[in-house]
């Protein structure tokens, strides 16, 4: 998945709230792409996924995979979006469903990136370090929290 795919899905989507994650979250926290991604990671407002849905449809997105109420992907044959719907409670923060319990997103979480020098709305380097634990991680995220360990500062799980 290119950079212009994910700005052009993104543009599709407005004005629906949605936040970049995953692999492409942490190259617009950085402001530069990393490395190739094979989908585009997306929590949005679950009261607001109908018109995500028909906004996506519209770009000839179908659902390929239904892991509700923690996630769904939605193919268009060449690219796939892996979709996290979220629950906002009234102080900004918000909750994803997860097997066994929730994953909390607290109201900072909620910042802007860029790719390809387009500001984006994406999580926090906090929350991609939050994500980025208890399990065995790939190659591709040993990549994103060593890029997020060397631009920030921070410590990450592995």
Partial sequence: MDARTVLRVLETLAPAEVWVA??????????????????????????????????????????????????????DGRTELDLHPLVFAGDGSAVQAAPGGTFPYPAECFVTGRIDGVEVPCVSVAQQVFFHQGYEPTERDLADMRALREEFGVETHF
């Fill in 22 to 75: 995953g692999g492409w979250g942490v190259d617009a926290l950085l402001g530069r792409q990393t490395r190739d991604h094979r989908d585009l990671d997306l929590a949005h407002r679950r009261d607001q996924e109908p018109a995500v849905l028909t906004a996506l449809g519209a770009l000839g997105y179908r659902e390929t995979l239904d892991l509700r109420p923690v996630r769904f992907v939605l193919s």
